[in-house]
Nanobody
Framework: VQLVESGGGLVQPGGSLRLSCTAS????????MGWFRQAPGKEREFVAQ????????DYADSVKGRFTISRDSAKNTMYLQMNSLNPEDTAVYYC????????????WGQGTQVTVAS
């Protein structure tokens, strides 16, 4: 499975962006897909995930109520709607797959830069 992220860019504080992650190849065996982000000088951190079959979602506390994760199974695409962005959201956003409940995330895309600045 190859993952390609898109939708990043420069946005002012309070603004919105929608990220997309499109998977090519076999996806039906994927337990979940998720978004992570990495800011300069910091470790990669979990943002949100969605289980591929049931659509169950989980969010990091820092984005709850502002970000919404969704997926379109027919298009093999996952989305991250980001609202009320603030400078602390600035990072490279990556999508990844989690093949099973007990496995770790991997198979990362190339990432897409999100910059929140006035």
């Amino acid at each position: 499975v190859q993952l390609v992220e898109s939708g990043g860019g420069l946005v002012q504080p309070g603004g919105s962006l929608r990220l997309s992650c499109t998977a090519s190849g076999r996806t039906f065996g994927t337990y979940a897909m998720g978004w992570f982000r990495q800011a300069p000088g910091k470790e990669r951190e979990f943002v949100a995930q969605i289980t591929w079959i049931h659509g169950k979602t989980d969010y990091a506390d820092s984005v709850k109520g502002r970000f919404t994760i969704s997926r379109d199974s027919a298009k093999n695409t996952m989305y991250l709607q980001m609202n009320s962005l603030n400078p602390e959201d600035t990072a490279v956003y990556y999508c990844g797959t989690k093949p099973s409940l007990v496995s770790r995330y991997g198979n990362w895309g190339q990432g897409t830069q999100v910059t929140v600045a006035s």
